[in-house]
């Protein structure tokens, strides 16, 4: 069972990125979704973070009205359309899988999250 997440790259401030993370795994099933973020000496945060079947996403109020997630079940893939982009929003970015869960339910905590990609790079310049 794996993540891989994609998408990153530098970038100057206003422009746009979308991020992908694609999962692979026949034990995946349902699950919900999270991208989080973390710069240089700063913990983990959450991004946004999505249900299963795409009727709820929570973004995290520095992001929302310039991020949005989104997902194909079919393909296994979650996106993160990253626009309007800021020298702060640069960081790693991860993607997070909680498995065995539909619906609607989303998850905040990282601890909440089984799996996770191995990072992307988001560099935005001023």
């Known amino acids: 069972v794996q993540l891989q997440a994609s998408g990153g790259g530098l970038v100057q401030t206003g422009g746009s990125l979308r991020l992908s993370c694609v999962a692979s795994g026949s034990a995946f099933g349902s699950y919900a979704m999270g991208w989080f973020r973390q710069a240089p000496g700063k913990e983990r945060e959450l991004v946004a973070a999505g249900s299963w079947s795409g009727s709820t996403t929570y973004y995290a109020g520095s992001v929302k009205g310039r991020f949005t997630m989104s997902r194909d079940n079919a393909k296994d893939t979650v996106y993160l359309q990253m626009n309007a982009l800021k020298p702060e929003d640069t960081a790693v970015y991860y993607c997070?899988?909680?498995?065995?869960?539909?619906?609607?339910?989303?998850?905040?905590?990282?601890?909440?999250?089984?799996?996770w990609g191995q990072g992307t790079l988001v560099t935005v310049s001023s």
């Open positions: 997070a899988a909680k498995v065995g869960v539909g619906g609607s339910m989303w998850y905040q905590n990282t601890n909440s999250y089984d799996y």
